[in-house]
């Protein structure tokens, strides 16, 4: 509980409130430069397909339909990729070099493997274009997810190569998805694929110019493993008086029990889950609990390294409640006494385990009431413990959604 904070002078006029500070997405003091820094006339080679059906099947066990299925859906969205990255390097003041070539879609001549080109093969393909670096675009990875809504996806590849110093090279990844909802009266959904593949390849060709102009990728466009840490939860939340004074301590054993799966992140098609009993077993090997991840409010990295290497993961998110307690509140609009208000302060951060490096963090804040107001007065609508675990339940949701965001707009860079 923040200093001064008494829940006397919290007016609630709903059972639950919920805030948050600013998440803040850690950066490299060096940036490195542009991919296309130095790159004036840039030959764009073909655009290309070659789906990698096992992929999805792993990472979207309950797709619909395949990569195979999808395949003519896949072919416009390419053009449409192609399209929009086109007119993005075109405006950015790019002189885009034409080559003899197929059609988009076509899978371009004799490389040894599309999936990795060499970089000879590359510069060959660019051939007697006067070129400052050559781009080899690959629609490597595509699938379908559908739940209580329909996710269509697709990632797009980049290969740049220097036409001046072939070994100047870039490998860079862009991820695009559309959802759509279910129709309301009939089977299926709002959208058609053809809908969703458009908006996914926009997607996709945006964020693949923003790492061409900017460098990095997003943290989430290729596959990795993420491992989350049980959440360190105190035993017991502060009862506050009126002033605001700790005066009893209230268990909260249920709060204790769903420490494993408060955090349940959505992390993309491309990324994985550790299983919580593959992270608390290794936890277990290590001798590690949820409190030695934290030191004085601050994440401990290398606990959080130490523990990525050990299981196999790529990222290791954490989390701790900083503030747990109970207390009156007053209805801000007829200024009596609206039950207690529980609040929840948790603490969040994601760690590189490559890095050792924390990439994002937040705090969250969320209350909620253990009565609400109806036309017949205020009535109970929760018992304390229940306040305080819903409060909870909220802040971590928020959580959730600030971690979306970020693996949306930011960039790691490598």
Sequence with gaps: MGPGCQYTWLALAVSMVVGSSPCVAQQSASRPASPLAYVRRLVVL???????????????????????????VLRTGLQIAEEELSKR?????????????????????PFSGIHEPRVEELVEAAGTADGDAALFVLLDKAGVRTGLYRELWIRLRADLVSLREPTHTYRLYALGAARTAPKVFAPGFMRTDDNLVRDAALSAARNL?????????????????????PAAVPAAADVRSATGEVV????????ERQADVLFQPEVGPLAEVVPVASVIAGMRELGLAPTDFWLDGAPVATAAARLGRHIGADWVLLSRMEAVAIGPALDELTGEEAGEAGEVIARFALLQVATGRVAWQCTKQAIANTTMQTPYGRRPIRTKQQTVTDAAITAYALARHALEEWARSSRILE
Excluded at 50 to 63: I, L, S
């Design 46 to 72: 073909p655009f290309a397909a070659a789906v990698d059906t096992a992929g999805n099947q792993r990472v979207a066990k309950n797709m619909r339909r395949t990569a195979d299925d999808l395949a003519p």
């Design 89 to 109: 390097l075109e405006a950015s003041g790019v002189v885009l070099l034409g080559i003899d070539r197929p059609r988009t879609g076509v899978e371009p001549r």
């Design 209 to 229: 110019y923003d790492a061409l102009d900017r460098g990095g990728r997003a943290p989430f466009a290729v596959d990795a493993r993420i491992a989350v840490i």
């Design 248 to 255: 009893n301590r209230l268990p909260i054993p249920q709060l």
